[in-house]
């Protein structure tokens, strides 16, 4: 019988200090998904500006492209089915969207030096007014806001999918050029891209102080994925603005 079953007055016999191996579980918190988002984009920006260093010396990075996608969606599905792996697989996921994001806007550079950076502070301001919107409840995540915007999303990468499979029977999607159909999706993808920074937030903000620390892990991935795919929209939309005006 464990000698904190006996019902005492006396402080020294009281679980607190004799149950000490149930010790509280630590939680998700603002600031652990915060830390781990910054260590994550940094890791992203390091990748990138190398691949933008092998493509000044004249290395070919389409690879670095292809084999960015293809190991980041293979590192996303794996993260969704072992969310416990998380810490592992969200810093390898890092690397992978860093290799696709170096060998992407690397080209973009050619033609429009300025650009990437551009697109990167357009997704910044894009990011503070979502979150602004959402903090003062002017934009509220209703289940029926957050159906529509998740279908929106899955019906935009289902679009993509279906053309980069296209692409290997050379068959070039209405998305990839310039016309004023491309240039619309684009846009369509961008907004659907920016309110899924909303169900970023309100993950967030369901399960702060109540989920488990790893569940971070799981948050940073969310803001990274959204964040990249807006960025991404983004200097799509303006290098087809650029070339066409």
Same mark, same amino acid.
């Not at 499979?165 to 659907?192: D, E, H």
């Given at each position: ?43 992203? /920006? ?59 806007? /690397? ?45 929106? /999303? ?64 799981? /948050? ?26």
């Amino acid at each position: 019988m464990k000698l904190s079953n006996f019902k005492t007055s006396n402080p020294a016999f009281t679980p607190y200090f004799w149950d000490d191996n149930k010790k509280p579980e630590a939680k998700m918190t603002v600031s652990g998904i915060f830390v781990k988002s910054m260590l994550s984009i940094l890791v992203i /920006a390091a990748v990138t500006a190398g691949v933008w260093k092998l493509h000044e010396d004249g290395m070919d990075v389409s690879w670095f492209t292809l084999g960015g996608m293809i190991a980041s969606i293979i590192v996303s599905v794996m993260i969704s089915y072992k969310n416990n792996w998380a810490h592992i697989l969200v810093p390898i996921y890092s690397i992978t969207k860093g290799c696709f994001l170096g060998g992407f806007s /690397a080209y973009v550079r050619v033609k429009f030096p300025e650009m990437p950076y551009q697109a990167i502070g357009v997704t910044i301001v894009t990011f503070f007014v979502m979150l602004i919107l959402y903090q003062t409840r002017i934009i509220v995540v209703t289940k029926q806001l957050r159906s529509v915007i998740i279908t929106a /999303a899955a019906s935009i990468f289902l679009v993509y999918i279906i053309s980069f499979i296209l692409g290997f029977f050379g068959i070039k999607s209405f998305i990839w050029g310039t016309s004023w159909v491309a240039i619309i999706f684009n846009v369509v993808a961008a907004i659907v891209a920016s309110f899924s920074l909303l169900l970023d937030f309100d993950f967030i903000e369901r399960h702060k102080n109540k989920a488990p620390k790893y569940k971070e892990w799981l /948050a940073t991935w969310g803001l990274l994925v959204t964040l990249i795919w807006l960025y991404v929209e983004i200097l799509r939309l303006m290098r087809k603005l650029a070339i066409r005006f």
